[in-house]
């Protein structure tokens, strides 16, 4: 089966009416994967499948724009009613359990072991859940972030997380299907290299030889048509807006 990628969110840095924080369902190969859990996006989740028959989700990076809505799915697996068959593998950094249990007032993290199982991101994780491989990336940020590299069956995604500019990224989307790509700023502040202009976004495409390139995160700075119209004018590939609820097949 191919995949299919299903936009819940992509607003930076906060959620808007109508437009969630990063979120996307990830499809194929007999596997489900929420890629990142941005605020608004386990509401959307719903609204594409039944999020206790998640075969996985896996985040990015514990900024809250990525990672807040882990609360929501933790009262709806724990509370709620959408009780999953088995605790759903959580791909995290390092601390993601200990900052939701913290959030909940708890010192320990046992109590979420019903609900998730979290495993650790590193810089070169290579699993697979059915016929779907999830290979991790260690990418420039301002904190623990990793980028994507998804295949199935000769169809591949990679997804940049959020990055600034750096050779992984590159790597990771190497002659990839669908490059889902942030765009968060207008223009880099001296010194900081912890996100992507829309040049930046393509000249990475382009030097990835990818196949297509999809402009998300875009940040307050940038308007999401100015910020493809700029990543297109370098990449010299197809390359389109993630807009919510947009599914794509490839």
């Known amino acids: 089966m191919p995949l299919t990628l299903t936009v819940l969110g992509t607003a930076s840095p906060h959620p808007g009416p109508g437009r969630p924080c990063s979120g996307y369902l990830l499809s194929g190969g007999g596997a489900e994967v929420w890629l990142d859990a941005g605020p608004g996006t386990f509401a959307?989740?719903?609204?594409?499948?039944?999020?206790a028959r998640l075969t996985a989700i896996w985040i990015s990076h514990l900024h809250a724009d990525h990672s807040a809505d882990l609360l929501c799915a933790a009262y709806a697996f724990a509370y709620g009613g959408m009780t999953p068959a088995a605790p759903i593998p959580v791909y995290a950094p390092q601390d993601c359990a200990r900052r939701l249990a913290g959030f909940?007032?708890?010192?320990?993290?046992?109590?979420?072991?019903?609900?998730f199982?979290?495993?650790a991101l590193y810089d070169g994780l290579d699993v697979r859940h059915w016929?779907?491989?999830?290979?991790?990336r260690a990418v420039a940020h301002d904190t623990e972030a990793y980028g994507l590299r998804a295949e199935c069956q000769g169809s591949v995604l990679a997804y940049s997380g959020d990055s600034g500019p750096c050779p992984a990224l590159t790597e990771l989307a190497a002659r990839a299907d669908l490059f889902l790509c942030e765009a968060d700023i207008d223009a880099h502040r001296d010194g900081e290299q912890v996100h992507l202009t829309p040049e930046d976004a393509g000249r990475a495409a382009r030097a990835a030889r990818v196949r297509e390139l999809l402009i998300a995160h875009v940040g307050p700075t940038l308007t999401r048509e100015e910020a493809t119209a700029r990543a297109a004018a370098v990449s010299g590939?197809?390359?389109?807006?993630?807009?919510?609820?947009?599914?794509?097949?490839?």
């Open 237 to 250: 590939r197809p390359t389109g807006t993630a807009r919510e609820g947009d599914t794509r097949t490839f």
């Open 44 to 51: 959307e989740l719903q609204r594409h499948t039944d999020p």
């Open 104 to 115: 909940l007032g708890r010192a320990d993290v046992d109590f979420l072991k019903g609900v």
């Open 117 to 119: 199982d979290f495993r």
């Open 131 to 136: 016929n779907l491989r999830l290979t991790a």
